[in-house]
C-alpha cells in the first residue's frame, strides 16, 4: 500500500509522467469533483494542483508531451464531448477540440502521436475517436470488432489495446488496432468492466473491476513487438507557394511532370465545358502556355507522363458520358492521337504509373465508387485485369514509390482508408489509414514519402500529409483548400493547380521538397 488519495474519488483515470501520476477530477460516492491530485512515486506523497474549470467524472485521462487529457465525461458523469488539457509546464487548464461522439466510461491510450479514445457508453458502443494534437482535430476510424464501455486500454509499443469492459456483459475477449484493422488478441481469465490496466516493459496488467460485484483478482499478459520500422531520413519541407494562376479555371483535371515542366490535362471549366487546351508550365519562368485540345474533351480523369507522351484514359465528356477511350498527347509534336481504348468506359478513377504499365484505379462506367483495376502496357498497347480493390471508391488518389502502389481514400463521404497493392504478387492489402478523410485528393511520391494532398468533398481541405512507411504525418498546410485538382511531383517541386472550391479555381501553389531517394519496405503491422 501507499500513500491515500487526499480526496477519495472512483470513476476516474490516472496518466504518468515522469515519477508523478495525474489525477484530475473524479465522483467522491455523493458528487464529483474538480480536483487535481498528483502522486509523487519517489517521495510516496499526494498534492493538489490547478483544478479543472468544473466537476468532472466518468472521463478517461491519457498524458501526452508533457500534457494531461480528461476526455468524455461530464459534470454529472454523463456522456459528453470533454476535451479539457492540462499543461503540467504551467499548471493550467485549457479546452481541446471537442470530441465527435459524446461519451462516458471509454477508455483512452496514446501511441506517442494520436490519442484514441475507444469505446465506452452504458450501450457498449464500437466506436473510436482519434485525437491528432498537432492539428486539435479528431477522426473515426474503423469501430472495434465488439463495443464494450468501461474497458481498458494500452499501447504496446506497436498496436492499441482494448481489453475487456462491457458494462453488463464483463467480456473476457479483448483486441488490438495494428494501424489496419482491430484483430483478435487473447482472452482475459475474469471479464469485468471499469478496470484498471496499464502496459510496461513488456507486461500488461489489468487489476480489479466490476463483474456483478466488486472484482479483487489481477493477471498479466506478456507482448513482445519487434521495434516499429524507423522512419527515413528527415526530408526538408518547405511552405506552399503561390505561383501564376493557370489560364482557364477548371475543376476534375489531372496532372503529371515529364521533361522539366508539369503537364495539366483535361478537366471541366465554366458553363460544364471540357474541351479545354493542356496547359504546360514552366517552373523556371512561372508561366502556364496552352497547349494542344485534346480529342476528347474530358474531365474525372487521372494521367501519367512516360517519355514524351502523356496518357489520358477514360473519363467524362458532354453530357456527362463516360467513355473507354486512352487518349496519348505527344510533347514535342504538340498532338493527340487515340491508342487501343480500355475495356469498359470508366471514369473518378486514379492513374498510376508502374514499370511501363498504366494502373487505371476505382471508379466505374457511370464514375460511381468501383472496384476497377485496368492495366494498360505500353510496349504492347494492351489492356488486362488485375486485381480488384478491396473497397470500391471513386475520386481516388494514387501514388507508387516504386514499390507498392497506394490508393488512398476517395467517395464524396471522403473515406479515410489506403489500399497498398503490390505488383509483384497482385495483392491488395489494407494500409494505415490517413489522419483524415479525403476525398478527390490528390496524390504524389516525394521519393521518400507518399504524400495526400487536400481534397475534402464539400469541406475543401487545405491539410496535407505523408506516409512516412510507417505512419502518416501532418504535412505543410496549402494556402487554398480545393477538391478534384491537379497535383504532381518533379525534381523537388510539387505542384498544385485548379480544382474545386464551391467555383471554378485557377489557383496554384508550390512546394520545394528536397529528400534522399529512398525506396523502404513497408514495417510488418503485427508479429
Not at 483535371?253 to 471549366?269: D, I, K, S
Not at 467524362?316 to 509534336?333: C, F, K, M, P
Not at 492521337?337 to 471514369?347: F, K
Request: one cysteine or more; proline letters at 5%.
Amino acid at each position: 500500500d501507499k500513500a491515500h488519495l487526499l480526496t477519495g474519488v472512483s470513476n476516474i483515470g490516472a496518466a504518468a509522467i515522469g515519477q508523478y501520476i495525474y489525477i484530475p477530477g473524479g465522483f467522491t460516492g455523493i458528487n464529483g469533483e474538480s480536483f487535481m491530485q498528483r502522486y509523487n512515486i519517489v517521495a510516496n506523497t499526494m498534492t493538489t494542483l490547478a483544478p479543472l474549470t468544473s466537476t468532472l467524472y466518468a472521463h478517461t485521462v491519457v498524458a501526452l508531451d508533457n500534457k494531461v487529457y480528461a476526455l468524455g465525461g461530464d459534470e454529472t458523469g454523463g456522456p459528453a464531448i470533454t476535451n479539457r488539457i492540462y499543461d503540467v509546464g504551467t499548471n493550467s487548464w485549457q479546452t481541446g477540440a471537442p470530441l465527435l461522439v459524446p461519451v462516458y466510461y471509454a477508455t483512452a491510450v496514446t501511441d506517442g502521436y494520436y490519442i484514441y479514445v475507444i469505446g465506452g457508453n452504458l450501450d457498449d458502443i464500437a466506436t473510436v475517436q482519434r485525437y491528432n494534437p498537432q492539428t486539435d482535430a479528431w477522426a473515426i476510424i474503423p469501430d472495434l470488432a465488439e463495443g464494450r464501455a468501461g474497458a481498458g486500454s494500452f499501447f504496446d509499443g506497436r498496436n492499441i489495446w482494448a481489453v475487456s469492459g462491457g458494462w453488463s456483459s464483463y467480456l473476457t475477449s479483448t483486441e488490438y488496432w495494428d494501424g489496419v484493422s482491430w484483430q483478435s488478441g487473447p482472452t482475459v481469465n475474469v471479464g469485468a468492466r471499469t478496470i484498471g490496466v496499464a502496459f510496461g516493459d513488456g507486461l500488461a496488467l489489468k487489476a480489479s473491476g466490476w463483474n456483478n460485484d466488486r472484482v479483487g483478482t489481477a493477471e498479466v499478459l506478456s507482448v513482445e513487438c519487434a521495434p516499429p520500422h524507423p522512419p527515413p531520413t528527415a526530408c526538408t519541407i518547405g511552405e506552399w507557394e503561390q505561383v501564376s494562376s493557370i489560364n482557364t479555371a477548371r475543376s476534375r483535371p489531372a496532372m503529371t511532370y515529364a521533361n522539366g515542366r508539369f503537364y495539366l490535362v483535361g478537366g471541366e471549366a465554366e458553363a460544364g465545358f471540357y474541351y479545354i487546351p493542356i496547359e504546360e508550365y514552366d517552373p523556371l519562368t512561372d508561366t502556364w502556355t496552352d497547349k494542344a485540345i485534346p480529342l476528347i474533351g474530358v474531365a474525372n480523369i487521372g494521367v501519367a507522363a512516360v517519355g514524351d507522351y502523356i496518357y489520358m484514359p477514360g473519363g467524362t465528356t458532354n453530357g456527362g458520358v463516360t467513355i473507354a477511350e486512352l487518349q496519348r498527347y505527344d510533347i514535342q509534336s504538340n498532338t493527340v492521337v487515340t491508342m487501343t481504348s480500355m475495356p469498359a468506359p470508366n471514369a473518378a478513377h486514379a492513374v498510376v504509373l508502374y514499370d511501363n504499365q498504366l494502373h487505371v484505379l476505382g471508379g466505374d462506367n457511370n464514375g460511381s465508387p468501383g472496384f476497377t483495376h485496368y492495366v494498360y502496357d505500353i510496349a504492347t498497347d494492351s489492356w488486362s485485369s488485375a486485381a480488384p480493390l478491396l473497397t470500391a471508391v471513386n475520386y481516388p488518389t494514387a501514388a507508387s514509390d516504386g514499390e507498392y502502389i497506394y490508393v488512398m481514400g476517395g467517395n464524396t463521404n471522403n473515406y479515410i482508408g489506403v489500399q497498398r497493392y503490390d505488383p509483384a504478387t497482385d495483392i491488395w492489402t489494407a494500409a494505415p489509414i490517413m489522419d483524415t478523410g479525403r476525398g478527390g485528393a490528390g496524390a504524389f511520391f516525394d521519393g521518400q514519402n507518399i504524400w495526400a494532398v487536400g481534397g475534402g468533398w464539400n469541406t475543401y481541405k487545405t491539410s496535407t500529409e505523408y506516409f512516412d512507411g510507417y505512419r502518416w504525418q501532418v504535412g505543410p498546410e496549402t494556402n487554398v483548400g480545393v477538391r478534384t485538382m491537379g497535383v504532381a511531383f518533379g525534381d523537388g517541386m510539387a505542384l498544385k493547380a485548379g480544382g474545386w472550391h464551391s467555383a471554378y479555381i485557377n489557383y496554384a501553389e508550390m512546394l520545394n521538397i528536397s529528400c534522399q531517394q529512398f525506396i523502404y519496405l513497408p514495417v510488418l503491422l503485427k508479429e
